[in-house]
């Protein structure tokens, strides 16, 4: 028997041969039925939609002022970008720098596989 091919099951700990499933099937365990192995169909497409979903938002979230005050006539807009500006500039650098890794730096890469996959 290839270990490849082996899985244990979650619950009653059986150890049984896993075949290949097909699309909107699953694979259960013989003595206690638990579902072991499940392929749903359109598995790829739903998070890739959710990447471009995310990926479009990203660009929204920097494009666009963060917050507008408007007083006596006078209105001043703010982006996320001048806002973590504005923080290390007053001294806080580790919260300028917090607040750059998780409103820029982490999305960024986490969008980053629609910028440089090649969909054939």
């Known amino acids: 028997m290839s270990l490849a091919h082996l899985m244990a099951c979650h619950d009653c700990d059986l150890l049984q041969r ?3 499933v097909p699309e909107g099937a699953a694979a259960l365990c013989r003595r206690c039925g638990t579902v072991l192995i499940q392929n749903k169909p359109k ?3 739903r ?6 979903a995310g990926a479009i938002l990203f660009v929204m ?3 666009f002022p963060f917050l507008t005050f408007k007083k006596e006539g006078l ?4 982006h996320v970008i001048t806002g973590i500006r504005q923080l290390a ?3 806080m650098e580790a919260l300028a720098a917090l607040v ?4 820029l730096i982490v999305p960024a890469c986490i969008c ?3 910028c440089t996959c090649s969909c054939r």
């Open 47 to 52: 998070p890739l939609a959710l990447l471009f």
């Open 61 to 63: 979230f920097n494009a």
């Open 100 to 103: 750059a890794i998780n409103l």
């Open 43 to 45: 598995s790829f497409q």
């Open 18 to 20: 896993i075949p290949s």
């Open 89 to 91: 500039d007053q001294g």
């Open 75 to 78: 209105e001043h807009q703010t």
């Open 112 to 114: 980053w596989p629609l």
